[in-house]
């Protein structure tokens, strides 16, 4: 596929067409300019619109600018391998105003958010990067340039998704790596491996997650949701704290969900009660074990930023959507069916391929469907955070 679908630059700007004779340039700084064939002459203002422009951002991922033996500026397309006096740019140029932060909704789709983006200096770390929200991200990530590494406990559904990536684009650096989130032992193994690598890291997301299944402990003896869930993200990001430190500025992003809010981690004297986060099986009920990691997800993310801000590391804790469409319920027939009879009204992932071209689109199918039901979610979340015993503020225990 065309490195240019991955830039964003197979639209093309058709709302002040030129009139015949006249061509559009940038400069090596990237304002624009218009040249009338017919007179020889040239002008900043768009010959129709009597507006002036200029290139925003960084040529997209591949690109370069050069200057020819007769002094002009050429763009040279080192993926396509072509070269070109047309400014890639100049398909998304802004007006010469202040301008506006670009707006995103449900309807926006991974790769329009990295539109023009070069991460070719980047190194990006996934967990559950095989699958679902994980694996749209990795794409995205690997077809703007960055380095992504996938975190996964099963290296062969890894190596498939790998593969997935590399048959859209040859030249994607990707890889997969064996990290069990369900063992400590693991992971530190993971951390240790990667250290040797001697790479940055600038990404880190931390993704993967478990949801409705049945009570069980891992090797190390914990709840399995609140281990794979917030645990192993915990002790991941507390192994690559330095490694981070020193790639800074860089970013750590924790998946968590609105539904930590139906969820409280106090006894009956409202003190804090940690054996609430690894329940025996008498007291477990798997909803309610991931709501109390996803809690844990956004406190982890408040206090990490509190902490390593200063340093250059800044860390999100993000919520990805209601019921979206993707493996993590398939641990419970019922939750599963949920999830399907929510399909048509939430937000989805559909990758579509046509040959060797491949796409994300993010839809939404009844637009009046899903705002009642955002709104019906918004009243009930706000009716309940006035009983809720969720406090994130900070807080000394």
Same mark, same amino acid.
């Given at each position: ?21 006249? !061509? ?62 047309? @400014? ?6 802004? !007006? ?8 995103? @909704? ?5 790769? !329009? ?7 070719? @200096? ?276």
């Amino acid at each position: 596929m065309a490195a240019l679908k991955y830039a964003g630059m197979d639209d093309t700007d058709s709302e002040d067409e030129l009139p015949p004779g006249w !061509e559009e340039r940038s400069t090596k700084d990237g304002w624009v300019y218009y040249a009338n064939h017919d007179e020889m002459k040239t002008q900043w203002e768009h010959p129709k619109t009597g507006k002036k422009k200029r290139c925003a951002g960084d040529l997209p991922y591949g690109w370069e600018q050069e200057t020819d033996e007769k002094g002009q500026i050429i763009y040279v397309d080192h993926i396509n391998k072509r070269t070109t006096y047309f @400014d890639p740019r100049q398909a998304f140029t802004v !007006e010469d105003v202040v301008v506006k932060p670009k707006r995103y @909704d449900g309807n926006t789709a991974a790769l !329009e958010i990295l539109q023009g983006r070069d991460f070719s @200096d980047k190194v990006v770390l996934i967990t559950g990067g095989n699958s679902g929200i994980g694996f749209e991200t990795a794409r995205s990530f690997a077809l703007h340039g960055a380095h992504v590494i996938l975190l996964c406990r099963n290296l062969s559904r890894a190596s498939k998704a790998v593969g997935l990536i590399q048959q859209e684009w040859h030249k994607a650096r990707v890889e997969a790596m064996m990290c069990d989130l369900a063992s400590l032992r693991s992971v530190r193994e993971f951390a240790d491996s990667f250290k040797a690598m001697k790479l940055p890291l600038h990404i880190l997301v931390c993704n993967a997650a478990v949801c409705t299944q049945p009570w069980s402990l891992t090797e190390d003896g914990l709840e399995s949701t609140f281990q794979i869930c917030h645990l192993g993200h915990f002790l991941l990001v507390q192994c690559l704290q330095d490694v981070l430190c020193r790639s800074a500025p860089a970013r750590v992003v924790v998946v968590s969900s609105e539904s930590h809010r139906f969820t409280d981690l106090l006894d009956s004297c409202g003190k804090v009660d940690l054996a609430l986060l690894s329940p025996p099986k008498k007291g477990y009920w798997s909803m309610l074990a991931y709501n109390r990691a996803k809690l844990c997800n956004i406190l982890f993310s408040n206090e990490l930023h509190r902490r390593l801000s200063p340093h250059g590391v800044t860390s999100n804790a993000v919520h990805p959507g209601n019921m979206m469409y993707t493996s993590i319920h398939r641990s419970w027939w019922l939750m599963s069916f949920l999830f399907t009879l929510a399909r048509p009204f939430t937000k989805s992932m559909i990758h579509q391929r046509s040959g060797d071209r491949g796409f994300l689109m993010t839809c939404s199918d009844h637009p009046h469907t899903i705002w009642t039901l955002v709104l019906l979610i918004e009243i009930l979340t706000a009716l309940y955070s006035k009983l809720s015993f969720c406090n994130l503020e900070q807080t000394e225990y």
